[in-house]
């Protein structure tokens, strides 16, 4: 098996082919066999608990990440460096738990992350049972993505791709098909508000760019059979889900409430 994070075999993968889950068109991006036997796996077995599974060491995950030590009961990982990017000598690879965050982004744990994006989510008016699906749903990939950065830091390329993947598969088993393809959508989707959506220009060209018409018109009416309705409903969700996604820059004691006041919510 390659020790390497899945963003290379899921960069740039098409919602409608995140929702349909083929593991052929994964593995003609190169995904090796091992590995995508792994995925299948997942895939295949909705796990009991969505939330427990952020943290599972899972074969797929043990695939890419070395065993480094144990503090305490907590076992630690080698986070690969982010290939295709140069890498100063003086940064490190990063050592820690499962469901380590650390960055400028984000203090909190992931699971402490998940916790509050549904405290937030609820706040923001969204119904509990849709909240916590959210929540705990839209990093599922971050656990397959994690790797060092050029600046020392932990950066998760294409984990929307992957966590829409995943959950398109496990929500088929326990939904109805409008109600999962909502979500994986909004999984899909969640980052886009945050790294383009109301960009002009192009970064390199400098030609005019419109990435959220983009993504209405090429992908959105497309997933949803032209339902122009739907399309609209995804849309806000994005929006409002974008705002809720919130990273820590210090754990505040409102801060830590709210994490515990998701918490309750998901554990409900």
């Known amino acids: 098996m390659d020790n390497k994070t899945l963003t290379p075999y899921f960069r740039n993968l098409p919602l409608s082919e995140a929702w349909t889950g083929d593991f052929g068109l994964i593995s003609m991006n190169g995904m090796p066999p091992g590995q995508l036997e792994c995925l299948k796996e997942i895939c295949e077995n909705t796990p009991a608990s969505f939330y427990d ?10 695939s890419i990440y070395s065993e480094g030590t144990f503090v305490g009961q907590e ?7 982010i290939t295709g990017k140069k890498i100063p000598e003086d940064i490190k690879e990063i050592v820690g738990p499962i469901g380590t965050q650390t960055s400028k982004y984000h203090q909190e744990t992931l699971l402490q992350h998940v916790d509050l994006v549904a405290a937030n989510l609820v706040d923001a008016g969204i119904d509990e049972a849709l909240a916590v699906k959210l929540a705990v749903l839209h990093d599922v990939g971050k656990k397959y993505t994690s790797a060092t950065n050029a600046v020392g830091g932990v950066c998760y390329y294409g984990h929307a791709e992957i966590s829409a993947f995943i959950a398109g598969h496990w929500l088929r088993e326990i939904y109805d098909e409008k109600s999962a393809k909502e979500i994986v959508a909004v999984i899909y989707g969640h980052m886009f508000p945050f790294t383009s959506w109301n960009v002009s220009k192009h970064w390199k060209t400098g030609e005019p760019v419109n990435y959220r018409q983009d993504f209405y ?35 505040t004691p409102a801060i830590l409430e709210k994490i515990a006041r998701g918490h309750a919510l998901i554990c409900k």
Request: glycine letters at 6%.
């Open 53 to 62: 599974f952020l943290t599972d060491k899972d074969p797929l995950f043990r």
């Open 75 to 81: 076992e630690q990982f080698v986070f690969p460096f």
């Open 217 to 251: 018109e090429g992908q959105l009416l497309r997933y949803c059979d032209g339902d122009t309705a739907f399309v609209n409903h995804i849309m806000l969700l994005i929006d409002i889900f974008s705002k809720c996604d919130e990273g820590v820059a210090e754990m």
